[in-house]
């Protein structure tokens, strides 16, 4: 498979902000629901925001608000904005794509730290 490639991630303190992106190695429009998942640890992954082909978006309630996903046809990018960030969104974040055919695709993951 090709890989999504996630960046973005870092460590910041509770109430700051990251961005972010993961590329796709095809046209987004072969994707009909675009997401990113999270992981922390001893927990399971959880959805935390998806996007369909057609523009509609959704959110776990932990982060209404809060977070916003977002798609760059130029990029071939899905984007995760991410604001007032409080310790417990600590976590590995996953990007995801599904497409016609029963194809799906992961991104390796990348490490969001909210830290003082």
């Known amino acids: 498979q090709v890989q999504l490639v996630e960046s973005g991630g870092g460590l910041v303190q509770p109430g700051g902000s990251l961005r972010l992106s993961c590329a796709a190695p095809?046209?987004?429009?072969?994707?009909?629901?675009m997401a990113w998942y999270r992981q922390a640890p001893g927990k399971q992954r959880e959805l935390v925001a998806s996007i369909t082909n057609g523009g509609l978006t959704n959110y776990v309630d932990s982060v209404e608000g809060r977070f916003t996903i977002s798609r760059n046809r130029a990029q071939n990018s899905v984007n995760l904005q991410m604001n007032s960030l409080k310790p417990e969104d600590t976590a590995v974040y996953y990007c995801?794509?599904?497409?016609?055919?029963?194809?799906?695709?992961w991104g390796q993951g990348t490490q969001v730290t909210v830290s003082s």
């Open positions: 995801y794509v599904a497409r016609g055919g029963g194809v799906v695709r």
């Open positions: 095809e046209s987004i429009f072969n994707y009909y629901v």
